[in-house]
């Protein structure tokens, strides 16, 4: 039997069974209906971006502002995880180890798109981000950025250790800035003894030794301004038993730790040893570019005026070496909205949005021209001297293996510097073989 239909019958049985078509094939994926309803209009995209506590909120809030007011479709939904690279690592890895599809995009460490590569937590980025565009940056970040021929990240910002000093005392006592490591010994004690009395709780020197990842970036300055390495050229052997290295970490042990810093300085991260330092409580103190705005701003420091900064010193016989530091935005693999991450990534990855950061907030841009800027330049001056510092600052192992791997380093530096007593050589032994473990479960070549 075959159903007969009046003439208005017939029109609404043809509209619905068109309609039920429509709404099926909708239901299949992406069709010219699907496409053609500008739903962003009436709901913009959220995207989720996950990132570490910023050095410099205030920049942050308005360089978003910035994209939003540009992009009335998209708005940003910012996740703040702690300012310590190790712990955000964590947060951010258990996030993409659930395969979580409300993160969208997140800030990498320079030292974790081997491993979200590997893993494929993060999208190659290839198409959006070729070479001809990669040419633009800095060599080190965009390096750090490739994983067996594919790129992952595109390079926010570029960091690299720097020695910042005290130029009144350091002019009141007729020093320079010291080249060595020797020199900024001399210098440091001679100062403090000869201020004891007026300022008896000046320290020679700030750094970061709490255990975490800054201090294998401190570590590897040491290590490697002695002429030593934290793993062989090819990147398969661990090399911190050779004699430079050891010879390094005793002087760290016996000269800093015990000497000129504090012993609370083995619980410092980034934020404690700047405080020490502006707050006037230190000759010397290391670290990255952003430390220059806080410095040379009255409402955070007390020694406005007063600072120089420049490379970090060096063994007699070695070089100067500086940690590559950074990061990189990074789209999430789970993510619903790659199209919208990458519009935001390019926003803020733009000449004029690190233009930005670097005068509010001397961030040091991953862009090259910006180098030749004036603005820039006269907020950093010492920008100019630095190119050179950044285009050659020295990467941690480039491995998917790195967090394990850090995590020895850490233990074992860790552990060296806060009990005098341990055998510096036999625990390098001992990290060198557990650090060639997991080495050798790896791809030798992450190119
Ligand atoms: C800075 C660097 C980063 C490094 C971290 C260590 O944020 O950019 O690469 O791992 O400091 O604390």
């Given amino acids: 039997m075959f159903p007969c ?3 208005i019958e017939a029109i609404f049985f043809h509209t ?18 699907t496409f053609g309803t500008d739903r962003s209009e009436d709901r913009p995209t959220i995207l989720k971006f996950v990132t570490m506590k910023p050095d410099q909120a205030k920049a942050w809030e ?4 910035r994209f939003e007011r540009a992009y009335p479709s998209i708005q940003i939904e910012r996740e703040i995880a702690p300012a310590s690279s190790t712990a955000y690592h964590d947060l951010l890895t258990q996030k993409l180890k659930n395969r979580d599809p409300s993160m969208d995009l997140f800030l990498m460490d320079v030292i974790w798109p081997a491993e979200f590569a590997a893993a494929g937590w993060a999208l190659p980025i290839d198409k959006q981000f070729p070479p001809s565009e990669q040419a633009k940056f800095l060599p080190g970040p965009i390096q750090a950025g490739i994983y067996q021929g594919h790129i992952y990240g595109m390079p926010s910002r570029i960091d690299s250790g720097m020695l910042y000093y005290r130029i009144d005392l350091l002019e009141k006592y007729g020093f320079t800035p010291p080249q060595t490591w020797g020199e900024l010994v001399v210098q440091a004690k001679t100062i403090v003894e000869g201020e004891k009395d007026s300022q008896p709780g000046l320290r020679g020197y700030s750094g970061q030794f709490k255990q975490y ?18 793993t062989s050229e090819d990147g398969n052997r661990s090399t911190l038993a050779s004699p430079q290295s050891i010879q390094a970490v005793t002087f760290v042990r016996e000269q800093m730790i015990n000497q000129l810093a504090t012993p609370a300085v083995l619980t410092y991260q980034e934020p404690e040893s700047l405080a020490v330092f502006v707050q006037g409580k230190a000759v010397f103190h290391r670290n990255w570019p952003y430390a220059w705005g806080i410095v040379d701003d009255p409402r955070y420091s007390k020694v406005v005026g007063n600072v120089g900064v420049g490379p970090l ?4 016989k070695g070089r100067k070496v500086s940690a590559l530091g950074g990061w990189l935005y990074g789209i999430s693999t789970f993510s619903p909205h790659p199209e919208e991450a990458w519009k935001f990534i390019q926003f803020m990855t733009s000449a004029d949005i690190q233009k930005y950061f670097a005068v509010k907030g001397s961030l040091a841009p991953s862009r090259i021209a910006l180098y030749r800027d004036r603005e820039v330049l006269e907020t950093n001056p010492q ?3 630095f190119l050179p510092v950044f285009q050659t600052a020295t990467p941690r192992p480039r491995t998917p293996a790195y967090p394990i791997i ?14 005098p007593d341990t055998d510096i050589l036999k625990e390098a032994q001992i990290a060198d073989q557990q650090i060639n473990r997991y080495l050798a479960l790896v791809h030798p070549n992450p190119s």
């Fill in 406 to 419: 850090s995590n020895i380093l850490q233990r074992y530096f860790s552990r060296v510097l806060a009990f």
């Fill in 383 to 385: 920008y100019e001297s």
């Fill in 62 to 65: 308005e360089a978003i502002g």
């Fill in 5 to 7: 239909y009046s003439g």
């Fill in 213 to 230: 990842e800054g201090l294998v970036c401190n570590m590897l300055e040491f290590v490697g301004s002695h002429n030593g390495t934290l």
């Fill in 313 to 316: 010193p060096h063994f007699s």
């Fill in 16 to 33: 619905m069974k068109f309609l039920i078509i429509l709404v099926v094939i909708g239901l299949l994926g992406p069709t010219p209906f």
